[in-house]
């Protein structure tokens, strides 16, 4: 290894080359000045620009800059990125310098593009860098790698086999939309021959929809812009309801809870700490930068407030992670994996006890005395409940109308009197009493903040303790430290709490933000101000004439209400008790839990309610990361009598793809379009980019690059469905214009989104230049108007919108607000539970984790067969799929099976030792022991992202009779999500373990042991 590829391996870049300029005295000729200038550094990379003594900047020739965004996690950061002309590829990744997520004090839109190089070198250059994380800026090679699949492919052997042959585009085009006797193993049916529209998918039971749902689809939603045109086609165009994405094994349980506590209904909702003014942050589950918004953000957050604020912050995770620094303000507490509903209920029943809340703000009864006091949002903490099982308000609010004192609102208590909560100025916050109603009945009234307090109160300190393993006086500590910074204080997570428990946790988090008065305030828990979405204005893209509704089909998953169902109709009109249902309904947020492409292929397997006749898997990979999966899944998906068609669409060949008869080679993300939102940014903010170089896949007939894009075009042109074609998108101007190829779509979304963004800066040619505006706006000029044209170019020239403005409005966060934050939520509280019949919970409720029957897991999963608790967690310097980025497998090449020093004794183990890590039922994991203090005692930490054996070139296959070998450093370590049990109380063949009452997926709180493995 050369000098450069080890400094550039190693991402210790000069300082100069991390800003991407190179200082010079000379002006001319720059290409030339630099290599002579550098000769002594060994091998660098050709700079961005040459700065000169006298301030003088210039472009390094053969050298284009260009923004885009990353796409190696969810985050979405702005990235620019240096690419060399002539040989056409990508040498450096930075972070944009216009991006809130990568730069903590962003250059404003109106600079000049040529302007922000000049602040980005020298020494200001520290001073505004811009960042990428580590897994980030090792996306570099993703264009080139050699192990990416570029051609159109088919398999030659079994299903799994890694035999392949290259085969035309137009072949598998005809081939999976006509089927037939594909592989010499009888006939398939293609996509054409599966959309029957006419057909139930279950004979008797409509709510199941058409037969075209047999077709089961795959994606990763978070990437809008793309991600838009495949559901266009999968949805609206060709009509199933199976398009299923990765939200129930990612953030939907936390989303789902914080939802539940930050109004009234139940939208998912997530917050983040306002870094700017936060004096005491509370992690649980996490650290700060370990996961969730962006690493850039985060770090520099993170830094400022604890060296420019003195920020104290205390981490509760098992596992001690790396920017968690002792002696450097933040403090860990080691706590038992899956336990946090424990400590969580802990802190409330201290502070309601102690009374370390904001009792001035929760006792505000309405809108207008909120506003009065200068408050943005407000609570229904002294809002009554009825509790009369008798009532037909059971589990609701009590309404002002039913005492005669009002119309629909709620009543509270003020000054010892039931009044209309709307002519109160202030409402009890303890009150359970019995009142009479307007008919003279007696009704039992209970406050929310009531209701919560005698469920906190339900358990004893001592208790909770033993249960997350934390003291009194450390959990004590805790609450004093939250509750005494005023609104400067924050609890956050982020997938951190995936436990049986989650979305309680979640619920707990919201109500701890309510209770110190935290939501939206300076210095507290913080919203985003979004995206802008591409689907309307300039062009009609989010409908057209003739597409399929599948908005009221319930899903493969039984994404919907179990009581709307026929077999629930069915069994009240027998007389019959309606539960348990015959197996589990997603009733709470459906749509974001139960979008599931793991629970689908699990619905799959079992054929209940039915089985996928083809699926087509875009750029997802269910079988590696989704927890608790079963392994006979992938059985089933290498099995073509139980899946006839399984088409994937990948730059890369994953664990659930592997198995694919077609493979379409798809773009990578420095070959695609970008539109999309960030984690992490306050701003109302668009990361936008377009294709940096020439895409590396094979040319159809039609000399177009091969993609997800061309192929449902062609598709969908094939079968002759809506929306796609010749004049398939109506202008808001009266036109008709084209979707039949790539840039079709991207450059009519673009137009819309840039519309929207008032306050984006004309181009200059100078911008043009810096920003290779030429080369990105080319294949779009086309297709757009003159102003639309300029928009975009506007638009891409500084890789998309970031607003500014006053970050604060007095004490809040501008713009913020509006929320009625719920203790109570009754929305919730009439749901019932699938299997029991029983009501959803008013208020978070401490519960042992439960299976879908009720069982409890320790019923089935008894410590003593099990004594240890599982958790896993997302590496700093990992994503699921950079296993593939050479660097990143470099930097972090395997994990380890992380355990308490004295946990490893007393199981007899030592650094170094190979062990097994079983659970209930699931897959056993083998790992490697590192034991140290950093770990939880009892608790056994494994990092996902790695084992990947079978994925990302880490194993041999063959195309066309060559061997390609297999990376086997892109394989190292563990992979744990097979491990992690199934419930064995759920029917069917596969199952996979849910959180009680969302069914997301669980991966934390596992009980488990472990046993050495003999050399
Ligand atoms: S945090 Fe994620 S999106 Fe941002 S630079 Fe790192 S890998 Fe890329």
Redesign the pocket.
Known sequence: MDRRTFITRAGLVSAAAATGTACSSHTAPAALKVSKTNKRFGNPLPTEAQLGADGSLSKTAGIRTMYTR????N???GLRVRIDEASDTVLKVGGNPYCE?NSGSPFPLSMPVRDSYVALAGNQGLENRAT??G??ASGVNCVDDPRRVTQVLKRAGKRGEGKWISISYEQALKEILDGGDLFGEGQVDGLRAIRQLDKPAVPGQPEFGSAANRLFATFNEEDTLRGSLYARFMRQAYGTANLVTKHAYCGAPTGIGFGIGLNPGLEPGLSDIDWDSVEYALFLGTAPGASGA???RLGRGLADARTDRKLKYTCVDPLLRTTVANDTRGHWLPIKPGRDSAFAFALIQIMLSEGWFDAEFLSIPNAGVAKAKGEVNRANACHLVVMEKSHPDYRKLAKASDFGLGGEEPVVISDGQLVSADKAQKGELFTDASFTDANGQPVRLAASLALLKQEADRTSLSEYANACGISETEIRQVAKDLSHHGRRACVATNTGANSGDAIIMGWLIATLNTLIGAHDAKGGAIYGNGAYWGFEGNYNLGGFDGEVDTSEVINVCRAGAYEGSTEYQQKLARGDSPYPASDMWHNLVPGYAAGNAAEALTAHTNGNPYSAKALVNWRSNALYSASSINHKVEQTLADPARLPLFVAIDCYMNETNRYADYFIPDRVMFEEYAADRMWGAFNLGVVAGAPLVTPRTVKNAAGHHVCMEQFVIDLAMAMSLPGFGKGAIAAADGRKVDLLAFEDWHARYLANVAAQCSTLPAVSDEDRQWAALDYSMTPLRSRLNDVEASQVEALLSRGGYYESGERYDGDFINGGGGKLLQIYNADMAQLRHCHSGEYYPGTPVYQPNRFWNGDSWEQHWPASDYPLLFSSYKPTLR?NYSAAFDRCAELTPTNFVYLHSETAAAQGLKNGDTVRVISGNGTPAEGVVQADSGVAKGAVCVSHTFGHKQAYGADSRSIDGQVLEGLPHRGGGTAVNQMVPHDPTRPGEVSMLNDYYAGTNCRHGIPVRIEKVNA
């Open positions: 990353c796409f190696t996690c985050n979405m950061c997520v990428t994380c897994k980030g962006s690493l850039n994503s």
